[in-house]
């Protein structure tokens, strides 16, 4: 027999760490601008349509689907490291937007988000 | 988040032997062919979704739909690898309970309908309560099993708010059984689930208590043994870096020698060569090693074949003795008969001697002496109040503390095998339920046995044959006659006042002047001074009280001198009273006017001998015979048979028969607080008596002593020679006694039998002629 798998909580493992458990968590980078912030998200194989960006005074939330599209086609898969479906990810910045502006760039499986004080 | 309602057909992965719990990471390698079959249809979707069911019997590799719990975790597959072909690794989280529903296909892998079966929510007091019991038990749970880490952990669990995220997260960290596993996921409510964690813990915390004590008790053990061992390692490796031997192996190896050295007899060598051989073979540690080694010294120590030379020169001994002790005839002939016997046949077996006689008159010096005439080592003991059987012949060795016998002892003690061996106080045995010493003594004493006696505590035969054997007694009555029997009797009877004289001026002044630091020149005790010592101030046949008074005068002596007053003194009979204070003794003196009724009986003591009165008085109108004076019970018997003699014979003696019915009788012998008994006061009483009834008064310069019969005849009694210088203490000039006491009268001194006049008797009716002269001619009726 073979010995006890071990149980390990998920709450311990920071790409796992979402308000929603089936969640997945991108990774970013967050730089500051002179005329607000530029939040840069590790978000390949999502098209920018279906990524959907909330602010709520110094919080924002970023959340969205990633597709595995092969899965259909291929006949079995081999290995898997790349996480799927939902995503989220929320921070905090230390500032308060009034009336924010938000413009999202694409760029080679990067995607850049700029927020403003509109 | 998918509806909680939605009933999903997802594929199944049977796990043998875990359960998976929501908001739980498992890493899963499968490996199975309907897993792996799964597993890679649940990835071929994009919600890689799939259903971890335990199976309820581990053993099966191709569970069916029964085979499985109904309650099961939906999980999403987080990464998958491969190590080979068929080895897939897995992690999954899990993401939600569900209940599955019904089994859609078993063929290339399981798929079944599921349905999401959370718990209610239910925000009760009593989960709450539940919860916090849960946390606290948790915290103690983690103390004991990792003391170290509690801080982040302990935070960790704080933190979970969520009461069933609680209990999942402690049961993935317990390591239950599956079947509890499998009963915490079922729960019904999170209170459920809390109660089933509660005692799930509560076992825990137990199990983890008693796991620590276990450990820190074994830990204890351990480090203090191997402390012991690596300090006697180091000890060995000193030793042998300064070339010293182990000490054990040089202990037995010099026990050897001495064993080789001497030349024991055979039994006693195998013996002890087998005891040594145990010694070698035992750890110093082991608790027999010491009574080994106690044993093998002890039989190393003991003279088996060392002699010491006999000094047979008769007139050497001889003179010896003599300086040592003044008279004491018959001992010393019975010493120099058997240095003679020694003399012409070495092998002559040494005799058993019983000296007995009262205390001080020198039975243990006497024995001193007699070794010192031979030329023999000298060891004596004290068998007084000795009770148990044990002193005398040792204890097994199989008790702890084992020692050999106080006669094995004393024969080491002297270092030879022909010691003379004193035996002190042979009478004063004790005997209880531990055994009866005079019983082993028998076996000691008897020349026949002792060739061989066995000591229990060293268990081989010693030869005592060739022990000199000296027992002393004051008295023999509590002797036990088969010991009286292996014995021979020599009798020290006390001294008289000129043989105390004599020896006062020959041992005990010169030695009470030395130990006081003075010479004879500077204290003379003339012989009246002496007198008057042994007469108002001692009482006793032997000699300590008269030495102890001496002692005294020579101290006082002493102290004039050390004051200055450096003038020779000579002791004169009346300066006793400043010295020594007033006469502890009166003396008994004569009694001058002797009443009818009273007559001059004489008594034996363990102290010498005693002067006795005996008064008799009638009781008019009183009746029977009463006896007074602390008299024992053969006393009384002769004072009956007295009176019988007198009622019998009362008409010949002209007597009125009436006067033994009319009248009672009482007689009383002072002092009245020293205990008397035995027979020989017999005659007395009758005399006493017979001079009461006849109104006759009894010659006062006359005593007598004798047993009397009830027809008149007079039987012999001991201890003459005592009664008969005690009588002339007293000024007593005639002593009348039973004729076949006559032959003792030549233990007396000669001086004594000068000057005293003695009348042996046959019959009581020759006593009363003599000592009632007023009434003789009516006692002429009586022959």
Redesign the interface.
């Known amino acids: 027999?073979?010995d006890?798998?071990?149980?390990?909580?998920?709450?311990l493992?920071p790409a796992?760490q979402t308000q929603?458990?089936?969640h997945?968590r991108p990774s970013l980078d967050i730089y500051r601008m002179r005329n607000g912030w530029l939040l840069k998200f590790d978000l390949a194989g999502v098209p920018m349509e279906d990524v959907n960006v909330e602010v709520q005074g110094g919080r924002i939330t970023v959340s969205g689907v990633r597709?595995?599209y092969v899965?259909?086609e291929?006949d079995?898969?081999?290995?898997?490291?790349i996480?799927?479906?939902r995503f989220e990810r929320t921070v905090e910045l230390p500032c308060e937007f009034a009336n924010p502006a938000v413009t999202l760039e694409g760029r080679d499986g990067i995607l850049i988000i700029r927020v403003t004080e509109g | 988040m998918s509806d909680s309602n939605e009933v999903q057909e997802l594929p199944i992965l049977p796990l043998k032997n875990s359960v998976l719990f929501p908001h739980l990471l498992m890493p899963l390698a499968v490996g199975r062919a309907a897993s792996l079959a799964a597993a890679e249809a649940a990835l071929a979707t994009e919600g890689k979704e799939i259903v971890i069911v335990a199976q309820r019997e581990p053993s099966k590799d191709e569970p069916q739909f029964e085979d499985l719990y109904t309650i099961a975790t939906k999980a999403v597959i987080k990464k998958m690898a491969r190590s080979s072909e068929s080895q897939m690794e897995l992690i999954v989280l899990g993401v939600e309970r569900v209940v599955v529903l019904k089994l859609e296909q078993t063929e290339p892998y399981l798929k079944a309908r599921v349905r999401p079966y959370p718990l209610p929510d239910e925000r009760t007091p009593e989960v709450e309560a539940l919860h916090r019991a849960v946390t606290e038990l948790a915290g103690r749970a983690i103390q004991l099993a990792q003391p170290n880490i509690p801080a982040e952990v302990s935070h960790l669990l704080a933190s979970a708010d969520e009461p069933l995220r609680l209990v999942y997260l402690l049961a993935s960290m317990m390591s239950l059984e599956l079947t509890r596993e499998q009963a915490l996921l079922e729960a019904e409510s999170r209170g459920d689930a809390l109660r089933l964690m509660h005692a799930y813990l509560t076992n825990e915390v137990q199990v983890l208590e008693l796991r620590n004590k276990i450990a820190s008790e074994a830990q204890t053990e351990m480090s203090k043994q191997q402390r012991e061992y690596l300090l006697r390692q180091q000890l060995r490796a000193i030793q042998q870096e300064l070339g010293e031997k182990d000490p054990q192996q040089a202990e037995v190896e010099l026990l050897r020698e001495r064993i080789e050295k001497l030349e024991l007899p055979d039994e006693v060598f195998r013996e002890a060569q087998r005891e040594l051989g145990r010694l070698e073979r035992l750890p110093p540690g082991a608790p027999d090693y010491q009574v080994i080694r106690t044993y093998l010294d002890y039989v190393v120590e003991l003279p088996w074949s060392v002699f010491t030379e006999d000094q047979l020169e008769v007139g050497r001994a001889r003179r010896i003795l003599d300086e040592d002790h003044f008279d004491l005839k018959e001992v010393k002939e019975r010493i120099l008969e058997h240095l003679g016997v020694l003399k012409l046949n070495p092998e002559a077996k040494a005799p058993i001697l019983c000296f007995f006689g009262p205390p001080g008159v020198g039975k243990t010096s006497l024995g001193q002496s007699i070794a010192r005439a031979l030329g023999r080592k000298f060891e004596r003991m004290s068998l007084g109040g000795l009770h148990d059987e044990a002193e005398l012949r040792g204890h097994r060795r199989t008790y702890i503390g084992a020692l050999p016998g106080r006669i094995m002892q004393a024969i080491r003690r002297a270092g030879s095998k022909n010691p003379v061996l004193m035996l002190d106080e042979v009478d004063k045995l004790g005997r209880d339920f531990r055994g009866d010493p005079a019983a082993a003594l028998l076996e000691i004493l008897d020349p026949e046995q002792n060739k061989s006696f066995r000591d229990n505590y060293l268990d081989l035969p010693f030869d005592l044959s060739k022990v000199f054997f000296i027992t002393t007694a004051n008295a023999l009555d509590t002797v036990p006659r088969p010991l009286l029997d292996r014995m021979e009797m020599l009798r020290l009877a006390g001294y008289s006042e000129e043989e105390k004289i004599e020896i006062a001026k020959r041992y005990l002044i010169p030695r009470q002047l030395k130990q006081a630091g003075l010479n004879d020149e500077q204290c003379r005790l003339p012989d009246g001074t002496l007198k008057r010592i042994i007469s108002r101030y001692t009482r006793e046949a032997g000699l300590r009280q008269l030495e102890r008074n001496i002692g005294r005068l020579a101290r006082k002596v002493a102290l004039r001198h050390a004051e200055g007053n450096t003038e020779p003194v000579a002791v004169a009979p009346d300066d006793l009273i400043e010295m020594l204070g007033p006469p502890m003794f009166a003396q008994e003196e004569l009694r001058k006017e002797q009443p009818p009724g009273v007559a001059t009986g004489l008594a034996w003591t363990e102290t010498g001998g005693e002067v006795l009165y005996i008064e008799a008085t009638r009781l008019p109108g009183g009746k029977g015979l009463t006896i007074t004076g602390q008299i024992g019970e053969v006393m009384q018997e002769s004072a009956k048979a007295a009176q019988s003699y007198l009622w019998s014979h009362a008409k010949q003696m002209g007597i009125a028969p009436d006067a033994f019915k009319d009248d009672g009788i009482h007689i009383h012998v002072p002092a009245g607080a020293i205990p008397k008994d035995g027979p020989s006061a017999g005659v007395t009483m009758a005399t006493a008596l017979a001079s009461l009834y006849m109104g006759a008064a009894a010659r006062s310069d006359t005593a007598m002593t004798g047993e009397i019969t009830l027809t008149g005849l007079v039987l012999p009694i001991g201890g003459l020679k005592e009664k008969v210088l005690a009588a002339r203490r007293a000024g007593i000039r005639c002593v009348i006694l039973p004729r076949e006491n006559e032959k003792d009268l030549r233990d007396l001194p000669e001086q004594v039998r000068k000057e005293m006049e003695f009348l042996p008797v046959d019959r009581i009716e020759d006593v009363l002629a003599a000592v009632l002269p007023q009434v003789a001619e009516k006692l002429e009726a009586l022959k």
């Open positions: 027999m073979k006890k798998p071990r149980q390990l909580p998920a709450f493992f796992f929603e458990i089936t997945w597709r595995d899965a259909e291929a079995a898969c081999y290995a898997m490291e996480a799927y479906n």
